[in-house]
């Protein structure tokens, strides 16, 4: 007969073990006391099972806030008494389900936690991973950099037509999925196109590695005697939407 003590569930809690006794009229022995904070005596025996046996939430975007897609989970094999422990509250939001055994979970926020299943004599720790926002390949070649004009550039031409940014060149030329966008000071919004791959500038500025990765976005006339923040923004990746990369004025 195994045993199995829970300790403190912290992040990912490994896969629930199903111990069944082996041997007919064998007596399991006592239960060591749990310090998992759960309130009651660890079991000594797993005899309940949970389907799925755990829960992985993709990419959830919305920003800040993931957007809610609740997941149903069936537990069989407990008796009475059933109670569900989420490990990490902030993580996910646990459910009474519409069918008997079963409970809804709710994901909140990127990060990991773990359900555990318990009716006093048989428990079932299910790990549960909430996914945050995939960032696209090109920010691998990491920060995209405001490049011509310079950051906190002044004196900028009204028509100078496009905005040029650059990156490292890490895993090849690619632009980042974005679209430029420009706030002024006096309350104006400026909308530009999609980036796209740009030869360097005939002046490169000081600083940036030869190979860097050049995109580009084409913009309207500037108004006069405007300060602008660049923000890039992405009507198909929310939750990384009007990132500030730097400003400059005319």
């Known amino acids: 007969m195994k045993r199995l003590a829970l300790a403190g569930f912290a992040a990912v809690a490994a896969l ?9 009229g064998s007596t399991p022995p006592p239960a060591p006391a749990s310090t998992s904070g ?5 079991p000594a025996a797993y005899l309940g099972s949970v389907t799925p046996p755990q829960l992985f939430f993709a990419n959830l975007g919305g920003g800040p806030t993931p957007t809610p897609t609740p997941t149903t989970i069936v537990a ?15 993580i996910v939001t646990v459910t009474p389900g ?24 048989s428990a079932v720790v299910v790990p549960v991973i909430v996914g945050g926002c995939l960032p696209p390949l090109a920010f691998l070649n990491g920060p995209v950099t405001l490049g011509v004009p310079a950051d906190r550039q002044t004196g900028v031409a009204r028509s100078i037509g496009r905005v040029l940014f650059w990156q490292h060149n890490f895993i090849g030329q690619i632009a980042p999925p974005f679209t430029l966008r420009l706030v002024g000071s006096d309350g104006s919004v400026l909308n530009g196109t999609l980036l796209s791959l740009a ?12 190979d860097a990765v050049w995109s580009a976005a084409t913009i309207p006339p500037l108004n006069a005697d405007t300060l602008y923040q660049a923000q890039l923004i992405s009507a198909d990746i929310a939750c990384l939407y009007q990132m500030p990369l730097g400003t400059f004025s005319t």
């Open 98 to 121: 519409v069918a008997p055994g079963s409970f809804t979970v709710t994901p909140l926020a990127a990060g990991q936690t773990s359900l555990v299943l318990n009716d006093g004599s």
């Open 16 to 24: 629930a073990a199903v111990l069944v006794g082996c041997g007919g």
């Open 76 to 90: 069989s094999g407990f008796s009475g008494g059933l109670t569900v422990l989420v490990t990490a509250p902030r």
């Open 199 to 210: 030869a360097p500038p005939p002046v490169v500025p000081p600083g940036v590695p030869a």
């Open 38 to 42: 759960f309130g009651s005596r660890a």
